[in-house]
């Protein structure tokens, strides 16, 4: 069964806090990816995973860093984490890199920052 | 920066009508274009997807690729209430990643 996971679905964090969203998929996929999406800016692109530990800055990675230590699973990490940062942020995963191939999204996590 | 253009914002029609939506994108790489479907508090999910100039046709769906004019649409055929989502459109960025627009919300009322 295709599928990404995303852990937590909702998370509430005071400024300054540091956050992990953790991220899932069982389909062998070299490259993933993390977005997040705000209300009239649509998806974004934070940063990208062509497989283990090579990754990429996407359009806006400041305040954000990643991990990719196993194929199947990436994280996003906010070091202090800031007020504008509040989002609901979305992992994929597709089978290559750019528009020839489909992204397989997750469930998504709501983050709010106090 | 690429931009994918989105038209129009929103849509409400009524159950049985035809939907047309239209997306505009700023990059003639020769890689496929790809409509998202997304319903609330959900992760986005492919749709259709369409590589080559003309039309493409899935059950409801009829997709249009133009890329002369960097101009691709959408069709839904005898739309249903389970349609009602947010509709995202994306294409290539010239540095090989994709590009998404900023969707267009259909409701289709009963």
């Known amino acids: 069964d295709m599928k990404v996971t995303q852990m937590p679905r909702y998370l509430i964090k005071r400024m300054g806090e540091n956050v992990l969203l953790e991220c899932g998929q069982d389909m062998s996929h070299e490259t993933m990816y993390w977005y997040r999406q705000d209300p009239g800016l649509g998806l974004q692109l934070i940063y990208i995973?062509?497989?283990?530990?090579?990754?990429s800055e996407g359009d806006i990675p400041k305040g954000y860093r990643v991990s990719r230590k196993k194929r199947e699973h990436f994280s996003l990490i906010l070091d202090s984490a800031k007020t504008n940062q509040t989002s609901v942020y979305f992992c994929?995963?597709?089978?290559?890199?750019?528009?020839?191939?489909?992204?397989?999204f997750g469930p998504g996590t709501r983050l709010t920052v106090l | 920066q690429e931009k994918v253009q989105q038209s129009p914002e929103s849509l409400i029609v009524p159950e049985g009508a035809m939907v047309s939506l239209n997306c505009s994108f700023s990059d003639s790489a020769s890689q496929s274009i790809w409509w998202y479907q997304q319903h609330p508090g959900k992760g986005p999910k492919a749709l259709i997807s369409i590589f080559s100039n003309g039309n493409k046709k899935e059950g409801r769906l009829t997709v249009y690729l133009n890329r002369a004019s960097l101009h691709v649409s959408l069709h839904i055929k005898d739309s249903q209430p389970s349609d009602s989502a947010v509709y995202l459109c994306a294409g290539p960025s010239n540095t090989n990643k994709v590009v998404f627009g900023t969707g267009t919300r259909l409701q289709v009322l009963p």
């Open positions: 994929a995963s597709s089978p290559g890199t750019g528009s020839s191939y489909e992204q397989y």
């Open positions: 995973s062509y497989d283990v530990d090579s990754n």
